[in-house]
């Protein structure tokens, strides 16, 4: 028997290859909440009396995230935590994995809200996209949808009164949307991404990442060791192409050569660093249509469901 | 008949993916020459009376590169022009490059100084490299050639009085180190590393990369379409690891998204700009051994040397 490195006691069952550990199933648990609650510190993500608002797409990220969040609050009494969903109107995907976030909300006692772009925009996403794919629109599905539910979530946030919007994207999100700002030459974007985007702007819920310092891979194995039921299946709409290929990419440099990810991660935060100094702040407009901040007149949402 | 989208005369007989360009013979050639001097132009690589020694290992973005300085030069009278080539010692491979590179130089009467590992340090790489394999020590053959390959070329260069180095790096060698430095997290490398290092250091002929905007694949389709002979064997240590696996990842991403090469260079531009105004500048000391520039009190080079 390979005995766990942390305890010293139980069988270990992973290897964490890029430290060298051998983790037994609770050493291992607890070394995904440790690292949440250790993210949460470093970038003062959160304050002892947040109203958060995680957002819970059904998947093993959002579910995983709801799950370590709630246990985290039990010892916070002043805060509160609740679950936001957008509704995309993906039929046979989305409402499947509504469905799954209800009962798993349900299961951890966290009220669960549910917007929807049909509600707020007037269309579905299959709508949009039965649209632009009969107009040969070179945009992709995700174009879309990663505008309106963005916006979605701010809006619903806000409606409840939330403080924070904690989303569930991790260390592999990251680092690809890092490399994808790199190969896009998208200076600016470079410097407002990150773990947290709290500075105070007018009528934007700040977000904050709390499994932003945690590999895929792991939060995927918290949730099956868990028995978290979370979506399965891919979007049909498939994801950007170029996403993918980095991260192929990606995982093949890990594959190789444990700890890349992380080491790209470090990089990421210090070259954000530098970039952040040198980026004027944009001040944001409200959207002469819909309110919400912009730095344009028009905000991005409004502007792609005119131009529908 | 496809016809050259540049002269809109004669036949095309290359596309240029990332521009859409259909290019024939001439123009090609005229473009790289031209890109070469827009490069140099661009970084203020080079002066009117600069003495200039461009480091000439014999392979085919080495040569070129010499190639189109020559043709450069002429326009230039007060400026003089040299080949420096570095003999590391590996038997069957660089000694050929050497023939290669000494023909070159003489039918282009640019005059060739050479020096040797084993002139300077006492040892050939291949010495070096049995002596490593040996001990079972970490580090590889590159680790070792790359620093002694640099203080020798510096030391060459200072002896016959040149006031430039110039260096064959491509543009995917320079996305590639951009990348390598982002994985290995070398903030302070980022903002070294880049087409010129002409900060004034006592000690330090200044270096340009005068083909670091020009694509390896054009580098060598340049060098077969002037019948350039040039050393095509790879090296018998073949590369690192890390930069053969960035190599093909960035060829790939390439292959499927043109433009993705340049695009990852200006980022790296962007970057190394704010990078730098953050990096303090480290003064440099001189070797106590060697009296080289280095930032220590003893050069990496006589730190290898010395631990053989």
Redesign the interface.
């Given at each position: 028997m390979i005995k766990c490195t942390v305890c010293g006691l139980r069988e270990a069952f992973y290897v964490r290859r890029y430290s060298g550990e051998k983790l037994c199933v609770k050493c291992f648990l607890e070394s995904i909440e440790g690292r949440v609650k250790a993210t949460i510190a470093k970038y003062n993500m959160l304050r002892f009396n947040d109203r958060i608002a995680v957002a819970v797409s059904g998947g093993k990220d959002s579910t995983s995230l709801l799950y370590i969040l709630a246990k985290i609050e039990r010892d916070f009494p002043m805060a509160s935590l609740y679950a936001i969903t957008v509704d995309e109107g993906i039929m046979g995907y989305r409402d499947e994995a509504i469905e799954i976030a209800s009962e798993h909300c349900r299961s951890l006692g966290v009220k669960h809200f549910v917007t929807s772009f049909k509600e707020l925009y007037g269309y579905t996403l299959d709508d949009i996209v039965k649209r632009i794919r009969f107009s040969g629109s070179r945009l992709t599905p995700c174009s879309y949808c990663g505008v309106l539910r963005r916006k979605a979530l701010n809006m619903l946030a806000a409606k409840i009164g939330a403080t924070k919007i904690a989303t569930a994207h991790n260390l592999d999100d990251e680092v690809q949307t890092f490399l994808l700002?790199?190969?896009?030459?998208d200076?600016l974007r470079?410097s407002r991404t990150g773990p947290s985007f709290d500075e105070e702007e007018p009528g934007l819920v700040p977000r904050v990442k709390p499994l932003c310092e945690t590999l895929e891979k792991e939060v995927a194995l918290y949730a099956y060791l868990k028995g978290i039921r979370f979506q399965e299946n891919p979007c049909p709409y498939a994801g950007e192409?170029?996403r993918n290929?980095?991260r192929n990419?990606v995982n093949?440099?890990e594959e190789?050569?444990p700890g890349?990810k992380y080491?790209?991660y470090?990089?990421?935060e210090?070259?954000r660093?530098?970039?952040k100094?040198?980026s004027p702040r944009i001040p944001l407009n409200q959207c002469k249509i819909c309110g919400e901040p912009t730095v344009s007149d028009i905000c991005q949402a409004c502007n792609l469901i005119q131009n529908i």
């Open positions: 700002n790199i190969i896009h030459g200076f470079i192409a170029l290929d980095v990419m093949r440099l190789k050569h890349t080491k790209i470090r990089s990421a210090k070259i660093g530098a970039v100094d040198k």
